[in-house]
């Protein structure tokens, strides 16, 4: 007897099945696909199965779904096992589901929800009926093409499916190779570990402690924050790059859900757990075991991709143990994470953007000040820019200095009568960081002399100019570096040149500050960069030449009170404003370099002036506290996100300098306290610090070699909600030419007919609603800067208005001609990305070069005071819904932040209640102040 599977599916029992014509289960199975239109094969504790007959559902199209661990035949013929078996050799799929259309094989979960998410699934749903309306004794409209209503489910609705998804910030979808080029390292070490523990040598004890630490980093956020996560990016990458222009190989990644790979990642923390308790207690075979059964694991995940520990999370699932809706965000998002991926990484040779100039309005000839900007910076060309020498930046030094430190942090170490480790590897480290100064260094300096023009706008710019001093403070660690072993002389040279530059750059870029009209959007960490500059100039010219004692007891004085005004004012703009990008975050980390480096030049000013020993007093104590105190701040930061990015970007480079200057700062400490316990702190800042600029060095690396450093920097800011609008407006057209197409074709599929009038009145809400913005306040605000450029612009907004209300005409005619409509809307689609594009070509340039921010955010505050709010409440879910990737939901969102952070809950409401389940998990887990009121997490504003 058959079931009815909710409101649009029916389950057919094993009799019925059995009962279909056939002598053999693969004849059963083709009679079935073509007595019902859509034919679903599955199991009924599969996330995928239960996925995309969730879909189905939630899309109202009527299927039969045959579950096969039901079938349990007397004779053992027909069962779950043979059953998809043969399944397996009448296709290439090895994996349920099996979905099938009309007797043709879709494929899987995945390939399901792309053909739902593209509408080719609903061409193919209206193609010839199958010969049956159903199974069994319930009649169902399994062959009907008749449009019915998706069913429309939000993700704060509180019958909406419960999502769960990775823990932590794991990714819920990784990359395959990558985890299998971790799983060779893990090998590898584990194979070592166990012949030591073997042989009972506890020398390599520590490594067992550092593989355990990597599990865990990797457990918390994936492979990208690890250090063996981070070789294998770089090796995946470098392989994206040789592979397909060296062996004319085809590269990329090869996508698997996240969820059970962290569960592995939990089980590889239990096993090195083990390995290190029984290496230090000196448990000699629990540990060879231990460490023999992990090298066992991870070959069979990298040499045989047999993942141990997702089979056993399959199981975990199976038995209810694990919730089956943790693939949930996984799936949804595949195709997503896919596009992502190939756009990040196509090639499309975008035109080179073109140079415009235009006059003032009615004034006869050019002037100094006309209207200067380039046309065709698109976000492609943005991506494939890659030029080493024209985008090599001053800022990229912070990653230069922060690797720079590391070697100095050794050299220290080596002095330090508690550690004294060897010269061989701070020596080793320093040609190491020399090699990665000269990647950033050599183009810089050919900068100099190609495009002065840019370096001048660099040092113009208020928020880069502070980087111009980092350059001067990598010269002041290698001047340390090249003391004692080295040259002292030139260690002399070194430090001059650069304690003199940072100086007397700190004078003029701090005297610019004061100087000059700023707004608070101008503030951030970054100022910092002069005071930390010249507290290293005090650290380590006493240590050059005592004589130079008294200009560093100078350089300390103008440092200290430039880092506490400065931290003051940076701390009070993040506690108070809303920082909306997350790169001008990144930059509290100086917040615990300026107190570090103030404790150990206190500590060497005092000793040389004295001719002492290097002793903290108590003010350097305090000020090392200062620097812990600040760092466990910026940890706290993180783990709420504030200091927390997805995808990583150089501005991170500006934890590099300050966890190695707070080990610096930690091992001096323990020089002067000498307990186990300041032993131990010391030791997990050198450890953190390590990892931080491995993990980060290794990430640019990566970066470069995708070609992804020396590219435009992508800016944006409260004015990019209407481009992203716009992007949203593109995908809706993109799908309503391929529908109205469609519809063209096979005039009576009404469901095509729908799925086009539902496409198209979205479209209409955020087009309408916008061209009204646009009309009565952006563009007349823009022209108010210069009169007249914006009626082109005008001009086209309202023609691509009249336009589209012909098309509304069309589409509510009875009976409307499709072939006339797909004409009519060809040429409409062309007029609005005509009209798009101008807007991008002229009008963001302007915005971008020549309004500042807080007439940006005022423009953004009349717009959202001018609308109605019901026009607000209609439009920006539709345009996050329909913003192709996550990176440009975000950024649409925090466009609104930017100008009004107070409304932060109020937007996170509109969102809510217009985006489907999986859209709002991921949003307000990135954007938590967005969270309204009666949700999970919610914050009193």
């Known amino acids: 007897m058959a079931t009815q599977n909710g409101s649009h599916g029916v389950d057919p029992d094993f009799d019925e099945f059995s009962k279909l014509p056939g002598d053999t289960i693969e004849a059963k199975i083709e009679s079935a696909v073509k007595k019902s239109k859509v034919v679903v094969f599955g199991r009924s504790t599969c996330p995928f199965c239960i996925e995309i007959t969730r879909t189905l559902v939630e899309q109202a199209v009527p299927f039969t779904y045959y579950r096969i661990d039901l079938f349990s035949g007397s004779d053992g013929t027909i069962s779950q096992a043979t059953t998809h078996e043969a399944l397996k050799n009448l296709t290439s799929q090895r994996t349920l589901p099996y979905v099938y259309v009309n007797g043709n094989l879709l494929g899987g979960c995945d390939a399901t929800k792309e053909l739902i998410s593209t509408g080719e699934f609903d061409k193919m749903l209206g193609a010839s009926p199958a010969t049956g309306n159903g199974t069994g004794d319930v009649d169902v409209e399994v062959g009907s093409t008749a449009a019915k209503t998706p069913m429309k489910i939000v993700g704060v609705d509180e019958d ?5 998804g990775a823990l932590l910030e794991f990714p819920n979808t990784v990359d395959g190779r990558v985890i299998r080029l971790v799983g060779f390292q893990v090998c590898i070490i584990s194979t070592l570990l166990a012949i030591l523990a073997y042989k009972k040598d506890q020398s390599w004890h520590w490594v067992a402690v550092g593989l355990l630490t990597d599990f865990c980093l990797r457990f918390y956020a994936g492979a990208g924050i690890s250090p063996l996560g981070s070789i294998a990016m770089f090796t995946a990458a470098a392989w994206d790059l040789v592979g397909p222009r060296w062996f004319n190989r085809q590269t990329g990644p090869v996508w698997g859900a996240g969820p059970p790979k962290q569960f592995a990642v939990s089980v590889g923390i239990f096993f090195s757990a083990m390995i290190v308790i029984f290496q230090f207690t000196h448990v000699w075979p629990a540990a060879t075991v231990f460490a023999a059964g992990l090298a066992a694991a991870s070959f069979l995940e990298w040499a045989l991709n047999f993942c141990a520990g997702c089979w056993v999370f399959g199981y975990a699932i199976r038995f209810g143990i694990i919730p089956d809706s943790v693939y949930i965000v996984h799936i949804n998002t595949l195709p997503e994470t896919k596009l992502t991926w190939e756009d990040w990484t196509k090639t499309v040779n975008p035109p080179t953007p073109q140079k415009f100039r235009e006059n003032f309005r009615d004034y006869p000839k050019n002037t100094k000040i006309d209207l200067h900007y380039k046309t065709l910076k698109t976000t492609d060309w943005e991506r494939e820019d890659f030029d080493y020498i024209k985008h090599s930046k001053i800022a990229f030094f912070s990653s230069v200095i922060g690797v720079a430190a590391v070697p100095a942090l050794f050299k220290f170490m080596s002095m330090a009568p508690r550690f004294q480790t060897s010269d061989l590897i701070w020596q080793i480290l320093t040609l190491l960081s020399l090699v990665y100064t000269v990647i950033f260094t050599v183009p810089y ?14 040092w113009q710019h208020p928020m880069m100019n502070n980087a111009f001093t980092v350059p001067s403070m990598t010269l002041i660690v290698y001047a340390f570096l090249a003391t004692g072993n080295y040259s002292t002389p030139l260690a002399r040279v070194l430090f001059w040149i650069g304690s003199s530059t940072a100086f007397f750059l700190s004078i003029i870029i701090i005297g610019n500050i004061l100087s000059t009209i700023r707004h608070p959007g101008h503030l951030n960490g970054a100022w910092q960069m002069a005071p930390v500059g010249l507290y290293i100039a005090a650290v380590v010219g006493p240590i050059v030449d005592p004589r130079y004692t008294q200009v560093c007891f100078l350089f300390f004085g103008f440092a200290s009170i430039m880092y506490i005004t400065l931290f003051i004012m940076t701390f009070q703009n993040v506690a108070i404003n809303y920082l909306a990008d997350p790169r001008q975050r990144m930059f509290s980390a100086i917040w615990f370099a300026a107190p570090s480096v103030a404790s150990i030049a206190w500590t060497v000013l005092t000793a040389s002036a004295a001719g002492g020993m290097y002793v903290m007093d108590p003010i350097a104590q305090t000020l090392f506290y200062v620097g812990i105190s600040m760092g466990l701040l910026n940890i706290w930061m993180s783990w709420r996100r504030f200091l927390w990015a997805d995808k990583f970007f150089m501005q991170m480079h500006a934890f590099g300098f300050p966890t190695a200057a707070l080990a610096w700062a930690a091992v001096l400490y323990d020089g002067t306290v000498q307990t186990a316990l300041t032993k131990v702190l010391a030791v997990v800042c050198i450890c953190v610090a390590c990892v931080i600029s491995f993990v980060l060095t290794m990430r640019t690396l990566a970066g ?126 062309q007029l609005c990305r005509d009209t798009y594009d101008h807007v991008e070509d002229h009008i963001r340039p302007v915005v971008r070069r020549y309004i500042p921010g807080p007439v940006q955010k005022k423009i953004m505050v009349d717009c959202w005071d001018d609308a109605p709010k019901e026009g607000w409440w209609a439009t920006i879910p539709i345009v996050v819904q329909n913003l192709p990737m996550q990176a440009q939901r975000l950024t649409y969102i925090r466009a609104f932040l930017w100008a009004m952070p107070e409304r932060c809950q109020q937007i996170g409401t509109m969102v809510a209640l217009g985006v489907d389940s999986v859209t709002w998990y991921r949003l307000k887990h990135q954007l938590p102040e967005i969270i309204p009121r009666g949700e999970a997490g919610w914050k009193k504003f």
């Open 704 to 829: 470069i070699a995708r070609l992804k450093v020396f590219i435009p920097e992508h800016k944006w800011g409260p004015m990019s909600h209407l481009p992203l609008f716009q992007e949203a407006a593109r995908t809706l057209l993109a799908r309503i030419g391929t529908t109205t197409e469609a519809l063209a074709e096979d005039p009576s599929n009404t469901r095509l007919l729908s799925s086009l009038k539902n496409s198209w009145t979205n479209f209409t809400t955020i087009n309408t609603f916008y061209s009204t913005i646009k009309r009565n306040i952006c563009l007349p605000q823009i022209g108010d800067f210069f009169p007249g450029h914006q009626a082109q612009a005008l001009a086209n907004n309202e023609t691509m208005i009249q336009e589209q209300m012909k098309i509304d005409a069309l589409l509510s005619s009875p009976a409307a001609d499709t072939v006339a409509l797909k004409t009519a809307m060809t040429d409409f689609i």
């Open 160 to 164: 909406s499916t419960k999502i769960t």
């Open 445 to 458: 300096i050919i900068k100099w002399i190609k495009y002065p023009q840019k370096i001048k706008s660099e």
